[in-house]
Every structure is written in structure tokens, then in C-alpha cells.
């Protein structure tokens, strides 16, 4: 026989899960952390259990934000759907990490009475919602081949350790380069290889960490383009997803389709006699549909059509480049100058687009300075300190941090847990290579 439905005085649990895509950074003790929140909104499925294990039906209550933060995030019913809800963080708390209460109303809005737990005078208790950005950060540690630890790990934009982990277990091999993809909602991490294996780019769900079953790229493959893949850039090139893939083993650049991993054939591959150079980094500019290389042996950034990978009228100098980042807002990209040594000699270099020139350069704090990422809701950059003593080492030395400026150069402090004298600090973890953020 069917178990009864329950009334709203009968609820004695309620529960929130993620629907479809949403960019959900896993379950926390005390709540949900979601990234992204602002640009798209997050659905949540709502589920009520009535004393006795009885259901009860959630077009009973509604759910609604509470607390001093209520404002910063609309919870709205998905016409059609019982129990379904639009969470979304409202633009005042943009670029912010807030904490929403969520609470239980009776009745068809929030402006009926708290719904208590079944035989109590006491509200249902609901899981919190935690409204951040997310700081992406590849991390291997060991000098052997492959390194001993695989890390893809991310954090909050004030540098606390957020609920996501890849590593070896999840086909982690060396991890570099990594892209964020918007409207998929998923990372793609580029394995550089070691060995007889010459890498492969995999996607993961930002909401559950859990490799896509569409689409993958490996040098194992019959026919494979990929070699040893050092860095990645995302973006949307005449209407189509396209992934961008640095090959350091054969020296080339090349596109994909973002969402089937199939070769792109308009777009030729680039290579040492369009200017790379040992490239490190690569960044997609969407207003100019461009793509920047950052060409550490000689020293320059290159740029390229999105479209056809012709090599554009662009180059800027700039020492041992290493990784580069777009930043739409001043139409400029920072460039990351490696040079370790003691003292360090690294730098970040800001160049206006338009003329090519040197605006702005950043040296203190950086300690080999490698892979960088801008931060279009802050408006600061990150990057991650490779380390003098790594470097040496080939291990976790003192310079193994990630760490931030503002637009204007300043240092920004990051408070957050995870962090170590104001950055994100990866030591126990290995040494960081890409960084990615996720506004």
C-alpha cells in the first residue's frame, strides 16, 4: 500500500539537490557553495518528509532566502516544476563570498508563516547557501615522471579551500593548462603525460567532478592530434564552442570542438613557423576573436584569428614569457616573465592591446612566476608562483603559492583559510602551474 501523503505540520526533514548542470562545488558540512551564481542561475529540487517517512507535497511551502543576506540572493519557484527553484545572486553581491539562510514558508509565498519541524516549536533546519567565485589551480609535486601528486584544486576568490579535489584517482596525469566552459559548466584539464603516454585533455563537471562521457581527447587514440598538452583557452568563435589546445610535444596550437573533441578544420594548425616559440600559455580575446601565445624562448606574444589561425599584426616582447591573460575590461593582457632565482626576478607585465605597449609592470611577490588568470568580477589577477625552490627542487619549496594584484599592481591580500602571509598557499599539496577562474 502507498505511504500517505503527509500535511505541512507532518515535515520533519527537508532536503535541497542540484538540478541538471548546476554549478554546484559539492556539499559541504554546513551547506551548498555555488560559483557562478550571478551570470546564471542555479536550480534546486526541493524535498519534504513528513513523520512516518510519508511525503509530502512541496507546492505546500515555499522556500525563501533569510538572514542579513537575504537580498543577495532570489530564490524563485521554476513555473511547471513543483519543488523546483531558481537560485541566483543579486548584482549588490557580486564578486563577493556571502552565506544565505534558507528558510520554509507555508503557503504560496514568503510572506506566510515559518514552517517548524513535525512536534517542535523549532523552524526546519535547511542547508545554507555559500554564493562565491571560484579560484582553479593545477598542482603537481615530485620530480619524477609522472610527479608523485595530482592536483586540480580550487578556491574561493579570498583563497579559501573550496569541497573540490581532482586528482590521480580521476585520470589526473601531470595536470597543466586548464579552461572553464560557461555553458556546459565544466573545467577542462590538459594532462601533460610522461612517458610512453603523451597526454589528453579531459572534462570535468564543476558540480560533481565527474569526468564527461562526451568528450576526451588522448594521444592513445587512433589518430590522435594530441601531444603532450601544455595550455588551454575556451571560447565561443563564430557561434561555436571551441577549445584551443597548446601541444608542447609537436610544438603546435590547435582548436576543437568544445563539445564533441572533434578537430576543427577551419581552423590550420599553428606552429614554430607562425611564431611559437616553446609557448606556454595561451588566452582567447573575444572582442578582437584572437588568441594570445606567449612564447617563452623568444621572449614575445603572438596573436592569431580565432577563426583561422592566421597570424595577426600583433607582437609585444616580453622576457621568457610564460602565461597570459586577457582582461576585456581595460583591453589588455598581463604576461607572466618567468625568471626564478634568488632574489627573484619575476614579473607581471600589462600590455594595451591597442598599441602594443607596456602600461603597467608588477615584480613584488612573485617568485617564478607561471601560469595567471584575470578576474573580470574583481578586477585582479592571479598567478601562480612556480617557486625558486621548486623549480630546483622539483619539489614544494617556499615560493609554491598563488598570489593577487588588483588592476593597478597593488597586492591584494587573501584571507581565506587555505591561504599562508596573504595567498594561496599549496605547499602541502605540490607546486602550481595554471590557475583558472570562475566568475
Do not use: H, W
Amino acid at each position: 500500500m502507498a505511504t500517505p501523503a503527509g500535511q505541512v505540520s507532518d515535515i520533519s526533514a527537508a532536503s535541497l539537490a542540484p538540478v541538471g548542470s548546476s554549478q554546484l562545488l559539492l556539499k559541504g558540512t554546513s551547506g551548498y557553495t555555488i560559483a557562478g551564481a550571478q551570470s546564471v542561475p542555479e536550480t534546486f529540487s526541493l524535498s519534504l518528509t513528513g513523520q512516518g517517512g510519508a511525503s509530502v507535497n512541496p507546492s505546500s511551502v515555499t522556500l525563501c532566502a533569510a538572514g542579513a543576506n537575504a537580498g543577495d540572493l532570489s530564490v524563485t519557484p521554476v513555473p511547471g516544476q513543483s519543488g523546483e527553484y531558481a537560485l541566483q545572486e543579486s548584482s549588490s553581491a557580486q564578486g563577493s563570498d556571502v552565506t544565505v539562510s534558507l528558510e520554509l514558508k507555508s503557503g504560496a509565498n514568503c510572506s506566510g508563516s515559518l514552517v517548524d519541524q513535525a512536534g517542535t516549536s523549532t523552524p526546519l533546519s535547511l542547508p545554507s547557501v555559500t554564493l562565491t567565485q571560484a579560484v582553479f589551480v593545477s598542482v603537481i609535486q615530485g620530480s619524477g615522471s609522472p610527479p608523485i601528486a595530482n592536483f586540480v584544486l580550487a578556491y574561493t576568490a579570498d583563497g579559501s579551500q573550496l569541497p573540490f579535489e581532482l586528482t590521480r584517482q580521476d585520470s589526473l596525469n601531470v595536470p597543466e593548462g586548464l579552461a572553464y566552459d560557461p555553458q556546459d559548466q565544466q573545467i577542462y584539464v590538459a594532462n601533460y603525460g610522461g612517458g610512453s603516454f603523451s597526454g589528453s585533455v579531459t572534462a570535468y563537471s564543476v558540480s560533481s567532478g565527474a569526468a564527461s562521457s562526451s568528450f576526451s581527447l588522448s594521444s592513445l587514440s587512433q589518430g590522435s592530434t594530441i601531444s603532450n598538452p601544455y595550455a588551454l583557452a575556451y571560447g565561443l568563435v563564430g557561434g561555436q564552442q571551441q577549445l584551443f589546445v597548446l601541444n608542447s610535444g609537436s610544438g603546435d596550437l590547435l582548436a576543437y570542438s568544445a563539445t564533441s573533441g572533434v578537430l576543427s578544420t577551419n581552423f590550420p594548425a599553428v606552429t614554430s613557423t607562425n611564431g611559437l616559440e616553446s609557448t606556454q600559455g595561451i588566452a582567447y580575446d573575444p572582442q578582437n576573436g584572437e588568441i594570445y601565445a606567449a612564447n617563452y624562448q623568444s621572449g614575445s606574444v603572438t596573436a592569431y584569428s580565432a577563426s583561422t589561425g592566421i597570424q595577426q599584426a600583433f607582437n609585444v616582447s616580453s622576457s621568457q614569457a610564460d602565461g597570459v591573460a586577457y582582461d576585456p575590461q581595460n583591453q589588455q593582457i598581463y604576461v607572466t616573465n618567468y625568471s626564478s632565482g634568488t632574489p627573484s626576478q619575476s614579473t607581471v607585465t600589462a600590455y594595451a592591446i591597442s598599441s602594443q605597449k607596456s602600461v603597467l609592470t608588477i615584480q613584488g611577490g612573485l617568485n617564478g612566476a607561471f601560469g595567471i588568470a584575470y578576474d573580470p568580477v574583481n578586477q585582479q589577477i592571479y598567478v601562480a608562483n612556480y617557486g625558486a625552490e621548486a623549480n630546483s627542487a622539483g619539489i614544494n619549496g617556499t615560493g609554491t603559492n598563488v598570489v593577487s594584484y588588483d588592476a593597478s599592481g597593488s597586492p591584494v591580500s587573501l584571507s581565506g583559510g587555505a591561504t599562508s602571509a596573504g595567498a594561496i598557499s599549496t605547499k602541502s599539496y605540490g607546486v602550481p602551474q595554471y590557475v583558472l577562474v570562475v566568475p
